[in-house]
């Protein structure tokens, strides 16, 4: 185990920064937040400013945290909107993975891969503001239930 060793810096720093986080939590009575989440997104965010900064050099770690967030702030989306909106979930979440990729691949842009998630979006806003016609009410209740009771 070398001392800059890319994951033990990562786990370290989530680790560290859960306990420094749950004083904080318990100290601010009147805000709620997931200790684990924040945790995981203030290292991430920390790991890819070194990384930009040429300070860090792995970016697999970085990613797999910010995977990690990603799929945290899609399922707690997913708890706080309404059935409707649920619609949306794909696209959302293509979108996160989209700026993430490039938040990691930067200054690269794929022009392609935002072609596709901007296509996607208009796609599901024209099935969501069309869902109360008979035909597009059957393909919106099957998307809105793809990940139901699996």
């Known amino acids: 185990m070398k001392p800059s060793d890319p994951?033990?810096?990562?786990?370290v720093s989530v680790a560290l920064l859960y306990f420094l986080l749950l004083g904080v939590r318990s100290l601010i009575r009147n805000y709620d937040f997931c200790v684990i989440c924040a945790s995981v997104s203030?290292?991430?965010i920390g790991l890819l400013v070194l990384?930009?900064?040429?300070?860090?050099?792995d970016s697999v770690i970085i990613a797999l945290l910010m995977g990690q967030s990603m799929v945290g702030l899609y399922y707690t989306l997913e708890k706080r909107v309404d059935e409707d909106?649920?619609?949306f979930r794909l696209p959302f979440l293509l979108t996160l993975i989209f700026l993430g990729y490039h938040a990691i691949k930067f200054p690269g842009?794929?022009?392609n891969a935002l072609f596709l998630?901007?296509?996607l979006w208009?796609?599901?806003l024209t099935?969501?503001?069309l869902r109360n016609n008979y035909r597009v009410r059957t393909v919106a209740k099957k998307i809105i239930e793809c990940c139901k009771n699996w």
């Open 85 to 87: 909106a649920k619609i």
């Open 42 to 44: 203030m290292t991430w």
């Open 7 to 11: 994951l033990l810096i990562a786990l």
């Open 122 to 124: 208009v796609v599901f």
């Open 51 to 57: 990384f930009l900064s040429g300070k860090f050099s």
């Open 117 to 119: 998630v901007l296509l």
């Open 127 to 129: 099935v969501y503001f």
């Open 109 to 111: 842009f794929s022009l």
